[in-house]
């Protein structure tokens, strides 16, 4: 009978063996999706993370491309107003007297272009209004270039005069610099202010 226990316990044994054997690497296993679970969920982080980053630049990147196209616009829109408004106080005044004039085209004006257009002197002998017909100013097109602080600026416009009944309309271009003080824009700098033929002209 002794003999027959011995086989009996070592199967016992062998059996137990596997069993434990076989419950660690069970708990092996499961140590192993745990670890892998915990990267996949690191993984999946990092994923939404990085597409929220993405998102976020092309958002940021958007919205500071809009904010130049704005100011650019509104630059545009401002210096294309300031130089209509600066060419009828310049040419559409039935005021003669050159002082006057200056009075009021000056708010435009700043650096190079103050000695440019201010009169010589102090003659205030030509009259108020006797009568001038003034120049119409129409068809005002500004394109301008340039950074927030300093533009270049050519406008184009037709300039019509009248003398007696005969009236005479002239193409015109000028070219100008500005630079920005405050939040005007103010012309620094008159290049050039001339009549021309557009293309196609007889």
């Not at 271009?173 to 630079?179: A, E, G, P, S, Y």
Request: hydrophobic share 30%.
């Amino acid at each position: 009978m002794k003999k027959n226990r011995i086989p009996l316990i070592l199967v016992a044994v062998f059996i137990g063996l596997l069993l434990v054997s076989n419950w660690q690497t069970g708990q092996a296993l499961k140590r192993e999706r745990g670890r892998n679970q915990d990267i996949s969920r690191q993984l999946k982080k990092q994923e939404v993370t990085i597409a929220n980053a993405k998102e976020s630049s092309v958002t940021d990147s958007k919205s500071s491309s809009t904010v130049e196209k704005s100011l650019t616009t509104n630059n545009t829109k401002d210096i294309s107003s300031n130089l209509a408004a600066f060419l009828q106080n310049l040419y559409a005044s039935k005021n003669k007297n050159l002082q006057e004039r200056y009075k009021k085209i000056s708010p435009f004006l700043t650096g190079d272009a103050v000695n440019q257009l201010k009169p010589s002197g102090a003659d205030n002998s030509d009259s108020q209004d006797d009568g001038y017909t003034p120049t119409t100013i129409r068809d005002i097109e500004t394109f301008n270039s340039g950074d927030s602080k300093n533009q270049e600026a050519v406008t184009f416009y037709k300039m019509e005069n009248k003398v007696g009944d005969t009236t005479k309309e002239v193409n015109m271009v000028m070219r100008t610099k500005l630079v920005k003080s405050g939040q005007e824009w103010l012309i620094s700098k008159i290049e050039y202010n001339t009549g021309y033929e557009p293309h196609g002209s007889n």
